[in-house]
């Protein structure tokens, strides 16, 4: 069981990035999946969810994400992806993608987290 | 949003301890908290859920107690890997909220 995150770069304030997140050794179809953000020396942030198929890919965000950030999924790739627009200084993290709970899981647990990618927005 | 309160935020600690980490949060979440460790420059790792849960695979050292609006991770007989830092996470409701940490560090 493997989350791989990818795409963390250097990007100017007012810029745009992908994140991808490459899940392995699970059924990545039945579980909602989400991103959660650390800035550099701070604690851990939620930043959004995307549920599974039967859940209808619905989303959640964070406030300080949403109308900026979109949490997409493709199912016949296992992959996770967040697209990041007009981003600001004070989304310089590390991003974590982070496995969510299927229909077998008794709590909402975030149970297997990749090793993350740093984003750094500065000019 | 729901916050939650972690105390202490700094714990000084010795090998073979008992410590108690306290997560209170602003309105009551059931038993909908969970507990993480995280190691410098690694991400982190669930240790409990349900309030209550070990996870598979987490010593049973660590244990977690709580309701509502007040809730505790324990670690009886602390090991050198332990020392860490610890988050309590709720997910009661959204947006989902983690507390400000706690390091545990070696005495």
């Known amino acids: 069981v493997q989350l791989v995150e990818s795409g963390g770069a250097l990007v100017q304030p007012g810029g745009s990035l992908r994140l991808s997140c490459a899940a392995s050794?699970?059924?990545?179809?039945?579980?909602?999946m989400d991103w959660v953000r650390q800035a550099p020396g701070k604690g851990l942030e939620w930043v959004g969810r995307i549920r599974n198929k039967a859940n209808g890919y619905t989303t959640q965000y964070a406030a300080s994400v949403r109308g900026r950030f979109t949490i997409l999924r493709d199912d016949s790739e296992n992959s996770l992806y967040v697209h990041m627009n007009s981003l600001k200084t004070e989304d310089t993290a590390v991003y974590y993608c982070?496995?969510?709970?299927?229909?077998?899981?008794?709590?909402?647990?975030?149970?297997?987290w990749g090793q993350g990618t740093m984003v750094t927005v500065s000019s | 949003d729901i916050q939650l309160t972690q105390s202490p935020s700094f714990l000084s600690a010795s090998v073979g301890d008992r410590v108690t980490i306290t997560c209170r949060a602003s309105?009551?979440?059931?038993?909908?908290l969970a507990w993480y460790q995280q190691k410098p420059g690694k991400a982190p790792k669930l240790l409990i859920h349900g309030a209550s849960t070990l996870q598979s695979g987490v010593p049973s050292r660590f244990s977690g107690s709580g309701s509502g609006t007040a809730f505790t991770l324990t670690i009886n007989g602390l090991q050198p890997e332990d020392f860490a830092t610890y988050y309590c996470?709720?997910?009661?409701?959204?947006?989902?909220?983690f507390g400000q940490g706690t390091k545990l560090e070696i005495k």
């Open positions: 996470q709720q997910v009661n409701s959204y947006p989902y909220t």
């Open positions: 982070t496995r969510g709970p299927s229909q077998y899981s008794i709590d909402d647990v975030f149970d297997v």
């Open positions: 050794g699970f059924t990545f179809s039945d579980h909602y």
């Open positions: 309105q009551g979440i059931s038993n909908y």
